[in-house]
């Protein structure tokens, strides 16, 4: 079992930063594929960032290239994501998530449905 909880969400203008951090407890000394996920109302979750807490590619959707930075502190069992240069489309709720299974690999996506564990999100309201 691992516990996830997320932090650092809140609301911001058009051109602001943030850093959401996902602090992980419970079987952490195993390796885990760990992924952030947006939602807005009425659509589905979407995978933004992921990498393995062993080491390989991350990923970033092609949205938030060059703008987020996904990062994991080992010694922490803490994931992260810096946000800059936020834009109101960035709105939404941000969920961490992690599953056991290798996705350090070039062609990964994250999906939804490849996690078995979640945290209960964190709020991000970006304003014009």
């Known amino acids: 079992q691992l516990y996830l909880v997320e932090s650092g969400g809140g609301s911001v203008q058009t051109g602001g930063s943030l850093r959401l951090s996902c602090e992980a407890s419970g079987r952490t000394a195993n390796t885990w594929c760990m992924a952030w996920f947006r939602q807005v109302p009425g659509k589905e979750r979407e995978g933004i960032a992921s990498l393995y807490t062993g080491g390989g590619r991350t990923y970033l959707t092609d949205s938030v290239k060059g703008r987020f930075t996904i990062s994991h502190d080992n010694d922490k069992n803490t994931l992260s994501l810096d946000l800059s240069d936020l834009k109101p489309e960035d709105t939404g709720s941000y969920f961490c998530?992690?599953?056991?299974?290798?996705?350090?690999?070039?062609?990964?996506?994250?999906?939804?449905?490849?996690?078995?564990?979640w945290g209960k999100g964190t709020q991000v309201t970006v304003s014009s």
């Open positions: 998530a992690a599953d056991g299974r290798w996705c350090g690999y070039a062609e990964y996506k994250p999906e939804s449905s490849h996690f078995e564990f």
